[in-house]
């Protein structure tokens, strides 16, 4: 797989925040190449029997929809998460292949870039956040970099446990 890079193809604040976005996500992408689909449902760690690479797909993908789709839109949350099993996602994701968890994450993060493209960075979120603060598009932008970021490091150590594979 060529990724991506995390150049900006223009240095004005929209492109470099999706650009590091997109970059993040085609990350994501490349820990999972060449996984079994046995490693993608696989939960190395002891501590975290939910944390596996098809949970981590699922989970970025439900983060983005309760972002994008949720806070910012003040659409209907129709995430699998409830009060009564709040990782609900992350559970889930061992009865779907990996390549369709991938392909639906690829699919709303299509949506939600044409959604970006068309959204001022200043556009306050018509949900609201702790305190009931409304947000920025920026905001939504930066975090969900920051939250992609991380769970790439997550899937690192998930790879190297599982099959060995190490890499950026």
Not at 73 to 102: C, H, K, N, S, Y
Not at 129 to 134: D, L, N, S
């Amino acid at each position: 797989m060529t990724r991506i890079s995390d150049t900006p193809t223009a240095w004005d604040e929209r492109t470099q925040l999706t650009t590091f976005l997109d970059y993040a996500r085609d990350t994501v992408r490349a820990k999972c190449e060449g996984a079994s689909a046995e490693h993608a449902r696989t939960a190395p760690l002891p501590g975290s029997p939910l944390m596996t690479l098809s949970g981590v797909v699922n989970h970025l993908r439900w983060v983005e929809h309760y972002w994008f789709e949720v806070i910012l839109l003040g659409e209907e949350d129709r995430a699998p998460m409830t009060d009564e099993d709040p990782d609900g996602e992350m559970r889930i994701a061992v009865d779907f292949p990996l390549p369709q968890l991938l392909a639906e994450y690829a699919e709303n993060s299509a949506r939600h870039r044409e959604l970006v493209a068309r959204t001022p960075l200043d556009q306050k979120s018509v949900g609201t956040i702790r305190g009931g603060v409304h947000v920025d598009l920026r905001w939504i932008l930066h975090h969900l970099v920051e939250e992609t970021a991380r769970h790439n490091g997550h899937m690192d150590i998930l790879r190297e446990l599982l099959d060995g594979t190490t890499g950026d």
